[in-house]
């Protein structure tokens, strides 16, 4: 089985998070290795009491530019990516999507 993991992480840190989860075995694709798609946008957020913003300030909306990252994960590396993605992500709270695919 295979799953589509979509992430958004600041574009200052995509490079380091599509590292990670390539070394852990995401974007296996046939014959190739760490395969990703990106695509750029806003991120928008109001850090809460008790948050721990990366960027921005408690209580200030933010707007920041980041990068929706998308890989391919086989089912037996899916929590492994997914702790890598988060070990080096700055937010200290990760967006992320994970979506069973039926076309493998």
């Known amino acids: 089985m295979k799953y589509k993991l979509i992430v958004y992480v ?13 070394s852990a075995g995401a974007g296996k694709l046939g014959n190739y290795s760490y395969c990703s798609f990106s ?14 913003p990366h960027i921005g300030s408690l209580g200030i909306r933010e707007v920041v530019e980041e990068e929706r990252i998308e890989v ?3 089912e037996e590396v899916l929590q492994v990516v997914i702790t890598a993605m988060k ?10 999507d994970v979506y069973k695919l039926e076309n493998f």
Do not use: I, K, Q
């Open 10 to 22: 600041p574009e200052s840190h995509a490079d380091t998070v599509r590292e990670a989860m390539g």
């Open 39 to 52: 695509s750029r946008g806003e991120g928008r957020f109001l850090p809460l009491p008790g948050a721990e």
């Open 72 to 74: 391919t994960v086989d």
């Open 87 to 96: 070990s080096v992500h700055p937010y200290d709270e990760v967006a992320y």
